[in-house]
Each structure stands twice: as structure tokens, then as C-alpha cells.
């Protein structure tokens, strides 16, 4: 009997290895660490891919941390989902709601609520240890008037928020992204303008803060030529730190070794 001209090829174990190996982190990557607290991707595949403005970390969650996410988070988390319309008034007991994008560990976000007990911070980032540092000083303060929200900002403005929802929006230090080739990843961009001055209400105040020089100075030029945005600074320029951004522990690091901070504050017209 003559041999197959197409023999079976060869089994792979390696191959097979290397697909399993692939599948146990695709699936850990879509689980949440802490059953009932926020999900490990909110919004999932079914929206469109773009390019985004912040990445995903997955850093070590303090037991404090974790006992926060879980006790906490189904009173005070919500996970951006892009499936329903947020009820703000409802969220926040009637509250003016002030959006904050990127929160870091928290501290400010928890200071700012302290002296402002009259205004609703919602407070968006995608950092679990973060997510529950905040949860928890809110918690140990009695700060009833912050949220935290899991997930992309953008999906929430764009398909979570009604128009004119907000009272206010806050983006202090975004990631720089310094290489030029990573400059189209940078959140406050002209489409990012048009978006968060439709959520916005007549008169709110988009404010950023950043020690990178140069994204400064491209987040003056996009606000300065954008039709709704008007700065508040009377020579057009930079703003002076106002008194109710507090001075964290990151910017007063980078002081020290020199770094100038620089506010924007410009109003929605």
C-alpha cells in the first residue's frame, strides 16, 4: 500500500501549551477580582476599538483595600457598563455633580468632597487599589457625596450621561504620554471637547492640571480655539492653583525637583 501524498501533520504539544497559556490570561483579564465589586472590563467587546487614553494596571489591592471593594462598592461603586442613562439627581440626592476623570489613589477626590460636602463628585478611574483607597477614605470620613465609577470615561459621557448633566469636570495630571508617536492617546482633544461640552451645563468649569510643559501648552491651544470652552484666566493665559485643588504628594514631589504645575479653568459657554 502506498503512503498519504498528505500525511497528518505532526500534534503540536507546545502550540497547544502556548494556546491554553493564552486562554487562562484572556479570561483572567475579563474576571473580576472581588465578586460583586467592579468588573474587570465593564463595557466589554461590543464597543468600538479606538484608541485610548489610559491603560489598565493591575497592582497589588492592600486588605484594607479589598475589605473597602467589597463592603462598599455595591452602596457607592458602579461599573461603566454603556447600558444604561445614569439617573444623577437620584445617585446623588440632588446634589450638583462634579465629573473627575483619573483619581490616582484618591486622597484629593476624598479632600475635595470633605470641604465641599454640598457638591456630588463622581470619580472615574480603571486602578483597583485606587478604586478601593477611595472607597475606603470616603467611608472612614463619612463622605457621602462621591461615587466611584469602573471603566472609560469616555463611554460614560458619551453614552451614560444625559446633556447638560454636569456641574462641572475635573482632569488633573492625565498621563502625559510624552512620545510623540503616543501623542494621539493624550484625553483632552478637540473630539473630547465637543463631547464633554455637550454633558456639561451653560457656565460649568472644565478644569486640568498637568506638570507636563508641553502637554500644557497643547491643552491651552485645543481649549483656546474650541467654540464653547471660555477661558476664565482674564490674560487668556494659565490660571493660579485655586484654593479648592489640594496640594497632593505627587505634585509636591514634583516641585521639589522643579516641575512647574500648571491650571486651566475655562467655562462652557
Known amino acids: 500500500m502506498s503512503e498519504s501524498l498528505n500525511p497528518a501533520p505532526e500534534y503540536d504539544e507546545a502550540h497547544d501549551l502556548r494556546a491554553a497559556a493564552f486562554e487562562r490570561q484572556r479570561r483572567l483579564r475579563q474576571e473580576p477580582r472581588f465578586p460583586g465589586g467592579p468588573a474587570a472590563d465593564p463595557a466589554g467587546s461590543h464597543h468600538e476599538r479606538r484608541i485610548r487614553s489610559f491603560q489598565p494596571r493591575r497592582s497589588r489591592v492592600t ?44 486622597e484629593a477626590t476624598a479632600q475635595m468632597a470633605a470641604d465641599d460636602p454640598g457638591t456630588g463628585i463622581l470619580a472615574v478611574d480603571v486602578h483597583t487599589p ?50 510623540k508617536r503616543h501623542h494621539k492617546r493624550r484625553l483632552i482633544q478637540p473630539e473630547f471637547l465637543d463631547l464633554a461640552a455637550q454633558r456639561l451645563k451653560p457656565g460649568a468649569v472644565l478644569h486640568c492640571a498637568t506638570d507636563w510643559e508641553p502637554y ?52 462652557r459657554s
Open 63 to 106: 486588605p484594607g483595600q479589598e475589605d473597602a471593594l467589597q463592603r462598599l462598592w455595591p452602596k457607592w461603586g458602579l461599573d461603566i457598563d454603556g447600558q444604561s442613562v445614569l439617573d444623577l439627581p437620584e445617585l446623588f440626592d440632588g446634589l450638583p455633580v462634579v465629573l473627575e476623570i483619573g483619581f490616582g489613589m484618591g
Open 130 to 179: 485606587g478604586q478601593g483607597n477611595l472607597l475606603g477614605l470616603a467611608d472612614r470620613n463619612g463622605l457621602s457625596n462621591i461615587r466611584v465609577a469602573n471603566g472609560d470615561a469616555i463611554i460614560l459621557l458619551r453614552e451614560m450621561l444625559p446633556p447638560a448633566a454636569l456641574d462641572g469636570l475635573r482632569v488633573y495630571f492625565p498621563d502625559p504620554w510624552p512620545k
Open 216 to 267: 500644557a501648552e497643547q491643552m491651552l491651544e485645543v481649549l483656546t480655539a474650541h467654540p464653547l470652552f471660555e477661558n476664565t484666566a482674564a490674560d487668556g493665559g494659565y490660571a493660579p492653583r485655586p484654593a479648592f485643588r489640594p496640594l497632593t504628594r505627587f505634585e509636591g514631589q514634583g516641585l521639589d525637583k522643579g516641575h512647574v504645575v500648571h491650571d486651566l479653568l475655562f467655562a
